[in-house]
């Protein structure tokens, strides 16, 4: 008896231990603002392909030209690389277009929709519930 016991409680502890990354996931409506839309143009600085997600680091001129450090969520790397993405797609020195929405803090952090690549193609960026296509306006 003590010992179906222990295993029960052994297997309930590990199946719960195992559902911890999922608890800690965030929504996108926790951190970005649909109703804030941004369009970033500028230059790669950095790409971290990593998980939960890829992020994108870029220098903006703003409207007086002086230089802004943005960050820019994207979606996982598996999503990503379903649709074709890999470590090389992105680049320090690549210039890019980011549409996409700005975190709610206000910060210099945005969710990235889509990227307009150096190539001129335009990609999907994996987000998540974002607002859907098209939503995403020039605000910068």
């Not at 603002?33 to 939960?52: F, R, S, Y």
């Not at 992105?90 to 277009?97: N, P, R, V």
Request: charged share 20%; net charge neutral.
């Amino acid at each position: 008896m003590k010992t179906r016991l222990f295993c029960i409680l052994a297997a309930t502890v590990a199946l719960s231990l195992g559902s911890l990354p999922i608890f800690a996931h965030h929504s996108f409506a926790a951190e970005f603002d649909v109703k804030q839309p941004v369009t970033l143009k500028g230059t790669v600085t950095k790409v971290e392909w990593t998980n939960p997600h890829v992020w994108i680091y870029m220098d903006v001129a703003n409207e007086s030209g002086t230089v802004e450090h943005w960050q820019c969520e994207n979606g996982a790397p598996n999503a990503l690389a379903r649709m074709g993405w890999t470590r090389n797609s992105l680049k320090a020195g690549d210039q890019i277009t980011v549409e996409g929405f700005r975190a709610k803090n206000d910060d210099k952090t945005a969710n990235a929709r889509q990227i307009l690549l150096p190539d001129g193609r335009k990609v999907f960026s994996g987000s998540a519930e974002d607002g859907g296509p098209g939503k995403a306006k020039d605000s910068q």
